[in-house]
């Protein structure tokens, strides 16, 4: 995987300066663990994604496993890994809250386009999937189920610290077209999520339960091959 100098620098500098006493915090903030031994090593599972990263003597080397072979999704993620890794040592920990929607937050207008863009992707991509087909595509992007209003079907995932993120599917009848409804927790407010990696955490969370779908049920595209393209 190619990676750039200076997000190989800055991941270098979290892993080489963690302390004891900080491996829970980053293992929570990632999905995964550290272990500081001779050869420092982080692990992290975000959208499906899982990184195994080491660290001696001042070398590094990123191992990446991804399902649907996506490098230009890991190779964005990392990124956000290493961002999210930053905020959480700076004490800036997420406490769940409740949901709102992007327009609540600051800039949360001008992100309306993208959010459109992604919602259009999923209700087309979606339309006509059941409730028990999903349930994989959401554990392999390690989101799990939940109940939101009347939805015909909805999960919640937490790639990353103070980025969690609802998505809901109303299934379309009687001539009516189906629809859906993305929601974030409003710790994002208070850890400092930046409104351009929440759109990148939002589009990613969606392309890649779509592409996760397809491949657990073997659904062809109805549309769009990618949210992307």
Excluded: C
Excluded at 182 to 199: D, Q, Y
């Amino acid at each position: 995987m190619s990676v750039k100098a200076e997000i190989l620098s800055r991941l270098v500098s979290l892993i080489n300066s963690a302390s004891a006493s900080s491996i829970p915090l980053i293992a929570r903030s990632v999905n995964g663990e550290i272990t500081i031994n001779r050869v420092r090593t982080l692990k992290a599972n975000v959208l499906g994604v899982r990184y195994e990263i080491k660290v001696a003597d001042g070398d590094v080397k990123v191992n990446v496993l991804d399902p649907l072979n996506r490098e230009e999704d890991y190779s964005r993620l990392l990124l956000l890994v290493v961002n999210a890794l930053e905020r959480a040592l700076r004490g800036k920990v997420a406490t769940p809250k409740g949901f709102i929607g992007l327009v609540q937050l600051a800039g949360g207008q001008t992100a309306r386009l993208y959010e459109k863009k992604a919602i259009d992707f999923l209700t087309i991509e979606m339309d006509g999937s059941a409730p028990e087909e999903v349930e994989k595509a959401i554990k392999d992007i390690g989101g799990v189920v939940v109940e939101h209003l009347d939805a015909t079907w909805s999960f919640e995932v937490a790639p990353l610290n103070g980025v969690r993120i609802r998505v809901a599917f109303w299934q379309g009848e009687e001539g009516m077209p189906s629809g859906a409804s993305v929601l974030v927790g409003e710790e994002v407010k208070e850890v400092g999520v930046p409104m351009e990696e929440l759109i990148t955490m939002i589009e990613m969370t969606i392309n890649r339960f779509v592409l996760f779908y397809r491949k657990e049920t073997g659904r062809q595209p109805k549309l769009f091959h990618s949210l992307y393209f």
